[in-house]
Structure formats: C-alpha cells, structure tokens
C-alpha cells in the first residue's frame, strides 16, 4: 500500500460549542499487538473492532506474506489464523513504528529470509538497538550501509533468546519488539533498558498486559527489566478499545469551543493512559468523566497553559501543543525529544507550523515552549504525519482560514478523520 497522494483541506470552523457523541477506531497499538500474538498463538484468535488503517493493514500485510491466515474481510471481526512462519517475504512497513519495530524478531522465527522496507521517512527512525539486541540474540541480519532499513532477516525457524541488554531511549517499541516475540524463542528472554529514560512506559505496559492475557509467563517487577519465558501463547478473542490518542484531538475540541464531546464504547478498565489524559486535561481546563455511555470531555472555551512532562504520552504532544498555542497562559511541553524520531521531527514541525500562524513556539533538544499570541489563518503543514494534522485541524477550529496542506496522511491511523471531524463540528 503506497504512502497516499496528499490531498488538501480546509478544516471546518466551529460556529458554536461542540457538542457530540463519537464512534471513533480502535487502538493502533492495541491492534497491532493483537495481529503479532495471534501469529504466534496456538490455535485461531479473533480482533473485535480492530483498526482498520494503513499501519495495521501493513501489519496483516507483513504476517501474511510469512505464512499467516489473517483475514480482514470483516470490519468487525477479523480472524487469524497461525501457519508455519516462512521466507522467502517481503514486509512494507510503510510508515508504522510499529511494523517496523515488531515484526523483524517475528521474521527471525521464520524459516527463510525476510526483506524489510518502508517510506523515505521510516528509514530514518530508530532501530539499530533492536536489530544489536536480535543479532546477539542468534539472528542473522543484513542491513543498508546505514545500519537499518531495507535490511533481511535471515531467518532459521528458530531464535535462541537469552539476555540482551539495550539502550531503548530512543522508542519504547524497542522493548515491545524484542518481547512480543519472546515466548517463541528458545530461551525466552530477559531485556534490560540501560540509557537516558525510556519513553512511552504505558506502551510497554500495554505489551506486558497483552502477553500476559495470551498466557505468557513474564515479569516486569523490576523497573527497566522484563523478561518472559519461553511458551506456547493460546489463541484467543481480543476486543480492541478505542485509540485514545487518536481520540485526542476530539476531545481537544470540546476544550477550546466550550463544548463536549463523548466517545463511545470506552472499556471500564484500559489498557491505555487515560488517567494522564484526565489529568493533563484537567489542567488545561477541561473535565474528563467516565459515564456508561462513554468517556466525556466537557470544556468551558478557555484553555489554561500547560507544564508537563509528556515524555510517557509522546504520541499526545501535537493535540497538546495545539491546545497550548490557544490558552491563556505559556505552556512548556517537557521530557519528549525522543518525538524527534516520530513520523517527523514533532518538535521542529510544531515549532514552525504554530509559529507561522502567529504563537511563539520555540524548541529545545526535548521541550517546546509556547506563548500564545493572537493567531491567523495560512497554510498548516502536516509533513505526513496524522498527529500534526489533528494539531491542525484543532487551531482550524476556532482559527478561520487554517489550510492544511495536506490530511491524506491521517490515514494511518484514522482514514475517515476528515469526514469524521465534519461530523463532529457540524453535528450531521
Ligand atoms: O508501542 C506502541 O504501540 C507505540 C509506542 C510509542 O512509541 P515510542 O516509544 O517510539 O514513542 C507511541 O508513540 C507509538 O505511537 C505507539
Ligand atoms: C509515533 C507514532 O506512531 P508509530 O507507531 O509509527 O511510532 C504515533 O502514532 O504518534
């Protein structure tokens, strides 16, 4: 599936407070750890509202070619099916942190090679640790002069494991790579993260949380360690939550129109941040309640600055920066440096975007700083990259004339987020 053509859009501006009630897709990251330990399950196991977006149909895209029945013909309901993992296969990662991050120590328990490459962009984002950790794990991989991408796994059917220490500062979805795979590897194995900080802890969690629902024995007690032990997983049904972070710009609405804005179908209990979510936008001014029709974000119109390290919700940076560029007060966005190496350098775009629109947005190495000044409308670009387009749509909202140069990109996690946000704002 090629990167989309971009396609340019003019987000809707609200003339009144938003008020909705919305269906939005399941979790990206919930998704892809349900395809991965299926694979590698004993038996069948179905995804209950799966996501259906460019990087997870990369993700089934990638299995199948090693030899996985994963059916998506359903919208609802996907199955999938284990078969013997085999090359010679090609996995496009397209542009999915998570493809290219999960799948080579899947590729390494299959029996030939398994080519891997993606978008101009992926090719920049970090993975040498994981591909340093599998080689001394015992798998065979060749690479770019560069160190990553396009790369083979060569692949003997089986991965010793054992103990590998690696520096996963740089993505948490270094870790969840090495121990989605791990009950299948002949020793399991015990990951240590040494290093700056690793980001993103409530990814891992989710990972931890995943395994241990599929029957992996696996211990994280002690902080930056994990390991998991060698054994079959059991197929089973997974019911995929609403993704929260592509909620985000939803419920950011609510926040700077003064209105409110409920999403449908969230669980009791969540495999996702939401509690950094209350918080966060507690702080700006917003209230987050649980109800049994959903998880509702009510706002008064007036947004408060944000001081914040985000270095664990990264991926929620964009929204928040958004939101920061139309407060009352400056915000300073702490801890998140590693959002570099998302899609795009995060820091940098927001900077600049936000700043042509008027606010006073200045980057560190991992902080932004924001003053909110009056802003204007001019050409919001999204550098291919879905968060930066919710950002965008976000000051489009109450900001007439905001032109995203591009929203195609949203399909990466969300392709119906253009007709989806006109139907939030307009109320049809
Ligand atoms: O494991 C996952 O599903 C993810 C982990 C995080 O990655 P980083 O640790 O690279 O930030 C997050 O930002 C990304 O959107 C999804
Ligand atoms: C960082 C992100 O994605 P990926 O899974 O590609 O890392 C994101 O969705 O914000």
Redesign the pocket.
Known sequence: MANPAHVPWTPPTAAEPVAATVQLPGS??MT?RALVLSAIGVGPSTLARPLRAR?TEMMAGGLRAMGVSVSTVDDERWVVRPGTLQGPAHVDVG????V?RFMPAIAGLAQGPVTFDGDPSVRQ?PLRPLLDALRSLGVSIDTAPSGGLPLTVRGTGRVTGGEVVLDASA?S?LVSGLLLAAPDFDRGVVVRHVGPAMPSAPHVRMTVQMLRAAGAGIDDSVRDVWSVEPGKLSGRGWTIEPDL?GAMPFFAAALVTGGSVTLLGWPRSSAQPVERLRALLGQMGGEVTLGTDGLTVRGTGVVHGLDADLSEV??MTPVLAALGALADSPSRLRGIGH?RG??TDRLTALARELSALGASVTDTADDLEITPRPLRGGVFHTYDD??MAHAGAVVGLVVPGVELDDVACTS??MPDFPALWSAMVTGK
């Not at 542009?95 to 998570?98: D, E, H, L, S």
């Open positions: 990206k990251s892809a990087d542009q999915a942190g998570t290219l984002r993505s979805q972070s990264g991926e959002i998302h899609e879905h968060r990466k996690t």
